[in-house]
Every structure is written in structure tokens, then in C-alpha cells.
């Protein structure tokens, strides 16, 4: 992988990936069909060499989708001088094939994974620019992760004749995370008290951090280096749980709403503080401040009051502090656990929320003394796909690392905006400039 700074400062993320249709030699009919096209006078090349351009990352809640499309303009003189200076990509001999165009995003909830293979059959994107009478069913493999890769793989192969070619999820998780701190700039960033800021990540001192996935449940992993972790810990208080709860006890239809709602709510209301205990008092023996939470939900139990006296604002605040303190407390103890200072959030419980994310972030700050950072990642829950999607680069003849690429090239990166809260659709118009190298050699 290596990448270049275009005029517009956008950047271009090179990523070599193998084409993604596997032509068995056992499959003569499929082979003759793509040398055909391969041979024609009349077709150029770059229309013919479509990559592999879908990965997927299934999760308990939600089905995330990267896919590559291509930009009708050729690279420009310089970019292919650029490039050609690039470790490896000067092959001379003809064997790759630079597409240039953006890296999209989507999800989709897992309970409605049938919108997802719509969404994927629509738009063509298991088939690589070719047409459906072209590529013989069972040929085509799909890099996926998470528990869903596993358990839809029927569904798949039986609604699009793909085959999910399943790749580990902790494994795409950490080359994800790895692939953003390393060559997107603006990835990372902190946010306490309602001020944020994007950190510049020092590649030559990434290693080691803490990774922590909070989707249904919640991965925590350390990182030690490209492919060099270990999950140490996890907790099955999770995205699942505030959503799951929070839609019981609310009523809510949809995880933005819940997430909406909080923004009113007040927690103090259910949550039992020091002060309700202390008689308004801190009990500063220990540092508890009157207003540090005692006890989540604590109120509810002397209160004479049924769950329909409680303002669902209320309850959607009290659910979300409780949740994220949780995570950033367990974070922060790991943390500790392995002398680790510095902590990367993912996964898209976050939804680049900021309530959620000072919550986070004040919990580690207050157990650490200041001494651990929370940061978080603005391609939040896309990190165990990106990692899918770089997997296919596993199986191409060429690899750059990342660290060969970052060193190598500025950086900067093209997005929609610093939006603390998106809207739930922000996720589609976010997109990474990036060129790839399809290997010729494979067909
Ligand atoms: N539109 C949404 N619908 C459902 N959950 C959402 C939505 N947006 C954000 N979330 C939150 O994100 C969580 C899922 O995050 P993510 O996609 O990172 O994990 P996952 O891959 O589904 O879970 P796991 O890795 O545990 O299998 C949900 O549990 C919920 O808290
Ligand atoms: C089971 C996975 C890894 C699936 O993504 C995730 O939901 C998780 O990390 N859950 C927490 C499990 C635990 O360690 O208690």
C-alpha cells in the first residue's frame, strides 16, 4: 500500500489487491471467457481489470459494507511518476493495473439483512463490473468477517452465488485500526468537555495501545504492532445492551432516537448520586464528589414510581452514562493492567456521539488521574471491514506495508466534515480517495 497527496489534498490510499474472481483451471469455460475479454482490441484494459471491490464485516447489529469505485479520469502524468517512484509498483513488466477512484461506506442492521443484498445486488457490487452471465455462480469469493460471515454464508452464496471468504474478526479489527492511525490523517482525535481535537499520530510511536470495539458487545485488545495483538479482555455490557435495554424501557424505534433522546434527558433523575446518600455532602475522603453517580438507576428503587412516571429522555441518559462509564472504567483497568497510555474507541455504539464520548473520555481521565488518554476514531465501526477489504492484499504477489506506504507519502484525507453527531445516513457520503493495484497475472 503506499499513497500520494493529489492537488486537491485529497488522499490517495494505494491498496494492492488481487482481482477477485478465482479462476480455477478446473473451470476452462470461465477461464476462456475472461481472456476473451482480456484479448479484445476493442475493450481498454482498465475496463476489463476490475478489483475485487465489496468486503463485508457482519455483526450481531449491523452489516458494514466497503466498496471500491472507480473514477472515469485516468492518473494524471505526475500521479504515475509519483507512483512509479513507489516500492514495488514500477513493475515494468505490466502486472498491475492502477484503478483510480473512492472507498464507500455503508451498514445496515443485521435483523434487516435483506435490504443489504438488495443494496449489494442493485448497485452490482459482488460482481466487479461484470455482467451477471459472465461470472459463473460459486466463482466468486467476498471477503467477510464478523460472527455473520459465518453464519449467512447460505444466504449469500444462495441470493448472489458469492461466497464469503471469511477472514478473522480481531485480526481485520487491528489491521483496520492500524490502516486508519497509519495513513489517514484527522482519524484520530480526543474529546473531554466538549472540546475536541485531532491528534497527529507518531508512526515510529504507535505501539502499543489499546484497542477497544464497542459494538454488541465489546472487544479489548492490545496492539503491539501489524498483526502483532492479543484480546485481552471484553464485556458483554455493550452497544447491544444500551440499545437493547433502551428500546424495552423506552419504547424508542430506532437507535438514533434513543440516542436523540438523550440529549434532553436528565440522569440525575434515576441515578442515585454520592449526594443523595451523603445528604448533599461529597465524601471527599475518597474523592467522591456529591454528584458522582453511586449508583446507576439507585433512584428507582425508593422512588414510588412505575416505569411510565419516568421521562424516556431521562431513562435514554441515564442508560448511556451507565454503559459508556462502564466501558471506559474495564478500558482504563486493562489499560493498567499492561501499561498501556494510550486507548482507540471504535466500533459504532460511539456513532460519533458526543455525549457518549465525554462520558468515555471522563472516565478514563478520572481513574487514570489524567495519566491514560481516550481517542477516538472518526471511521468508528469500519474498522473491522477496512481490515477485510486490506485482507485481500494477503493473497496479491505484492505488498507494501502501511508503515513502507505512511513513511512514504504525505497524508491528508477528504471527508464530510467534523460533525459530532451524524446523521444516520453521514455514513454513505463518507468515502476515502484511494487508488488500487489490480494483479493482471491472476486472470
Ligand atoms: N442504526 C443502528 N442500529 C442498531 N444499532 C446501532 C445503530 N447505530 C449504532 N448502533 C449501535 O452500534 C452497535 C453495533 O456496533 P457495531 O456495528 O460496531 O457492532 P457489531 O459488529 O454489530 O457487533 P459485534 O461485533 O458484537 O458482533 C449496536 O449494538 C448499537 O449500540
Ligand atoms: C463476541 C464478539 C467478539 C462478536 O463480535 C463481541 O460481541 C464481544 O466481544 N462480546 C463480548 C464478549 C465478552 O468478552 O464478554
Not at 492518473?75 to 513507489?86: A, M, N, P, Q, R
Not at 459482488?126 to 455462480?137: I, T
Not at 455490557?237 to 444500551?242: E, V
Not at 442508560?319 to 501499561?339: D, P
Request: aromatic content about 10%; hydrophobic content about 35%; glycine content about 10%.
Amino acid at each position: 500500500m503506499c499513497r500520494t497527496e493529489d492537488g486537491l489534498g485529497a488522499v490517495q490510499l494505494h491498496i494492492y489487491i488481487r482481482l477477485c474472481y478465482r479462476t480455477p483451471d478446473s473451470n476452462p469455460h470461465f477461464h476462456s471467457q475472461i481472456r476473451g475479454r482480456m484479448d479484445s482490441a476493442e475493450v481498454p484494459k482498465e475496463e476489463i481489470l476490475q478489483p475485487s471491490h465489496l468486503a463485508l464485516d457482519i455483526g450481531g447489529s449491523l452489516i458494514k459494507l466497503v466498496y471500491f469505485s472507480r473514477n472515469n479520469n485516468r492518473l494524471t502524468d505526475k500521479e504515475h511518476k509519483t507512483l512509479g517512484e513507489g516500492p514495488g509498483v514500477s513493475s515494468g513488466d505490466g502486472s498491475y493495473t492502477v484503478l483510480k477512484g473512492k472507498l464507500h461506506f455503508a451498514k445496515f442492521e443485521t435483523s434487516k439483512i435483506n435490504d443489504c443484498l438488495e443494496f449489494i445486488r442493485c448497485n452490482r457490487l459482488h460482481l466487479g463490473g461484470f455482467c451477471e452471465h459472465e461470472v459463473p455462480r460459486d466463482k466468486i469469493f467476498v471477503k467477510a468477517t464478523g460472527g455473520g460471515a459465518y453464519k449467512f454464508a447460505d444466504l449469500f452464496n444462495e441470493e448472489l452465488g458469492i461466497s464469503l471468504d471469511k477472514e478473522d474478526e480481531m485480526d481485520c479489527l487491528v489491521s483496520g485500526a492500524n490502516f486508519l492511525l497509519k495513513a489517514v490523517q484527522q482519524e484520530a482525535f480526543t474529546y473531554l468537555h466538549g472540546h475536541k481535537e485531532f491528534v497527529q499520530i507518531d508512526h515510529n510511536d504507535l505501539y502499543p495501545y489499546l484497542l477497544v470495539n464497542i459494538g454488541s458487545g465489546v472487544s479489548m485488545i492490545k496492539v503491539d504492532g501489524d498483526g502483532k495483538f492479543e484480546r485481552i479482555s471484553g464485556t458483554n455490557l455493550g452497544g447491544g445492551t444500551f440499545w437493547g435495554l433502551g428500546r424495552l424501557l423506552t419504547k424508542c424505534k430506532s437507535f438514533d432516537e434513543l440516542l436523540e433522546l438523550s440529549h434532553q434527558g436528565n440522569n440525575r433523575v434515576i441515578d442515585m448520586l454520592v449526594g443523595d446518600i451523603y445528604g448533599g455532602m461529597d465524601y471527599s475522603k475518597i474523592g467522591l464528589s456529591s454528584t458522582t453517580i453511586a449508583s446507576s438507576f439507585g433512584k428507582a428503587i425508593s422512588d414510588k414510581k412505575e416505569l411510565e412516571d419516568y421521562r424516556p429522555e431521562d431513562i435514554s441518559r441515564s442508560l448511556l452514562r451507565m454503559i459508556s462509564n462502564n466501558i471506559g472504567q474495564i478500558s482504563y483497568l486493562n489499560a493498567l493492567r499492561f501499561g498501556l497510555k494510550r486507548i482507540f474507541f471504535g466500533g459504532f455504539f460511539i456513532r460519533s456521539h458526543a455525549y457518549t464520548m465525554d462520558t468515555i473520555a471522563v472516565a478514563v481521565d478520572f481513574w487514570s488521574k489524567g495519566e491514560a488518554k481516550a481517542m477516538f476514531l472518526r471511521h468508528e465501526g469500519f474498522l473491522g471491514v477496512l481490515g477485510a477489504f486490506m485482507s485481500y492484499r494477503k493473497e496479491s504477489c505484492c505488498g507494501l506495508t502501511v508503515d513502507e506506504a505512511a513513511q512514504q507519502f504525505p497524508i491528508s484525507v477528504s471527508h464530510s466534515g467534523d460533525k459530532i453527531y451524524c446523521p444516520s445516513n453521514q455514513d454513505l457520503n463518507d468515502s476515502i480517495e484511494c487508488c488500487v493495484y489490480a494483479t493482471k497475472h491472476h486472470l
